[in-house]
């Protein structure tokens, strides 16, 4: 049996309304599929862009939970949001960034070049 990991907001707006398909997407089943997904989607860093495909920000979202795991307390939600914006500039622009950047971007997705 399926479960929302959290009540989806509350609203008339279409941006509600699309934030609420959103967590009508973030299922947990019995096997747990989503149980490990640490992204709050009340911060500013989990908010897709206007003209971000959705496609990019799936991807973007899964590097912010890989990100959020594995560097935890240390990062601020800044930190995390400007981290995540690098990451769609490098996968989908093909932007380069300095040894430090790269490192924590290919460290959580390693089809990103060091």
């Given at each position: 049996?399926?479960?929302l990991a959290r009540s989806p907001p509350q609203g008339g707006t279409r941006r509600c309304r699309c934030r609420a398909r959103l967590?009508?997407?973030?299922?947990?089943?019995?096997?747990?599929?989503?149980?490990?997904?640490?992204?709050?989607?009340?911060?500013?860093?989990?908010?897709?862009?206007?003209?971000?495909?959705?496609?990019?920000?799936?991807?973007?979202?899964?590097?912010?939970?890989?990100?959020?795991?594995?560097?935890?307390?240390?990062?601020?939600?800044?930190?995390?949001?400007?981290?995540?914006?690098?990451?769609?500039?490098?996968?989908?622009?093909?932007?380069?960034?300095?040894?430090?950047?790269?490192?924590?971007?290919?460290?959580?997705?390693?089809?990103?070049?060091?």
């Open positions: 049996q399926a479960v967590w009508g997407r973030l299922r947990v089943g019995a096997e747990g599929g989503m149980a490990d997904f640490s992204v709050d989607f009340t911060k500013s860093y989990a908010r897709r862009r206007p003209d971000e495909p959705r496609s990019h920000y799936s991807s973007r979202l899964k590097f912010i939970n890989a990100l959020i795991k594995g560097e935890g307390e240390t990062l601020t939600d800044e930190r995390i949001e400007v981290l995540s914006h690098c990451y769609s500039n490098v996968k989908y622009l093909s932007n380069i960034y300095n040894k430090d950047i790269m490192g924590m971007l290919s460290k959580y997705d390693p089809e990103i070049p060091m």
